[in-house]
């Protein structure tokens, strides 16, 4: 049974910083991985999304890793604004085909 | 291009009565998935419709049903309403096979008081 973890579940961080946020996952035969961003009270706004085949993808500011064989999968914010501060939920697909998702990392820019 | 659409937004119910909550993919898109999200359990997988069929279903009791119709809009009902069903409903749409991008609509928010 796949299990998603994204530690720590809350970061707050001056403005201007580079962030990695985490992702851990228990079952390396994945489909792909994805990155969601979602506001409150709102839904979820796709960001990235990472195929089993591929390394990493690039978004403007946004870059994502996928590492199959330790089970990971980090998203790097470049010189973070407060417009970031939302939560960050990566998902996999794996075996069953169904996503599971990351309980979430809570992230606070502070202008 | 319109996303994906979810309706009611808001809705309270009472324990005992049923809901029914309805989604429009992006045209175009066949596969529709529902997600029920609560600050307990994080998001949680409901089921997921492929043109008009079921394909696959989580851990969730019988009282949870869905369908999908000839033009990929999807509702889902939820019967006998507990109070652990307050949650924000989700619901996701596919166009690429089963490994393509997932977007997501609004969501429904339901209360069951």
């Known amino acids: 049974k796949q299990e998603v973890t994204q530690i720590p579940a809350a970061l707050s961080v001056p403005e201007g910083e580079n962030l990695v946020l985490n992702c851990s996952f228990t079952?390396?035969?994945?489909?792909?991985l994805q990155w969601f961003r979602q506001d409150p009270g709102k839904g979820l706004t796709s960001l990235l999304l990472?195929?089993?085949?591929?390394r990493e993808q690039t978004s403007g500011r946004l870059n994502a890793s996928l590492d199959k064989s330790s089970g990971r999968s980090t998203l790097y914010i470049a010189a973070s604004q407060p417009g970031d501060s939302a939560t960050y939920l990566c998902a996999a697909v794996s075996g069953s085909e169904k996503l599971v998702f990351g309980k979430g990392m809570k992230l606070t820019v502070n202008p | 291009k319109a996303g994906v659409t979810q309706t009611p937004r808001y809705l309270i119910k009472t324990r005992g009565q049923q809901v029914t909550l309805s989604c429009s993919p992006i045209?175009?898109?066949?596969?529709v998935s529902w997600y029920q999200q609560t600050p307990g359990q994080g998001l949680q997988f409901l089921f997921e419709y492929f043109s008009e069929t079921q394909r696959n279903k989580g851990n969730f009791p019988g009282r949870f049903s869905g369908r999908q119709f000839s033009n990929s809009r999807s509702e889902m009902n939820v019967s006998t309403l507990e109070l652990g069903d307050s949650a924000l409903y989700l619901c996701?749409?596919?166009?690429?096979?089963?490994?393509?991008?997932?977007?997501f609509g609004e969501g429904s928010r339901l209360t069951v008081l």
């Open positions: 079952d390396s035969a994945i489909y792909n």
């Open positions: 045209s175009g898109h066949r596969s």
């Open positions: 996701a749409s596919q166009g690429q096979g089963s490994t393509g991008e997932l977007f």
């Open positions: 990472i195929q089993s085949s591929q």
